[in-house]
């Protein structure tokens, strides 16, 4: 069976604008503190879509926990994502998507962990925090 998030097509500009002002300001509140020299070892580090390998198409920052579930844009949590991969994914919780699309889950979580312990040597309290109900 499968778990399936329905979201509503539309939203009233009333709701749109709510949601872009809680948006930023969710943006604000956290570190966003990747760098342009991190991000680079990133795309050196996956050479592609870390999502659906695919190679050449502009890859774009992708957060694996997504910004509405408390993720943010550092060193432990983007990811390069070509464009497709990266707006299906959209709000949806990684594994979830992944199974979704029929993607390889296991061989992506194993993939970031070793890239990240690359790029991060030594212990890296980069836990997130449970992701907040999004009210
Ligand atoms: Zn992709």
Known sequence: MQARRKYPK??????SARYAKRRKSRLARVDNDL????????????????????????????????VSRGGRYTLGNVVPACASCNASKHNSEVTGWLR????????????????LQQLMPGP?????????PDR
């Open 10 to 15: 539309t939203r009233s500009a009333a709701a």
């Open 35 to 66: 760098t342009d020299a991190e991000w680079h070892s990133l795309l050196d580090a996956w050479g592609g879509c870390a999502y659906c390998q695919g190679e050449g198409a502009a890859l774009q920052r992708d957060c694996v926990q997504p």
């Open 100 to 115: 979704r699309k029929r993607l390889d889950e296991r061989a992506f979580l194993l993939r970031h962990a070793t890239i």
């Open 124 to 132: 890296q309290p980069d836990a997130q925090p449970d992701p907040l």
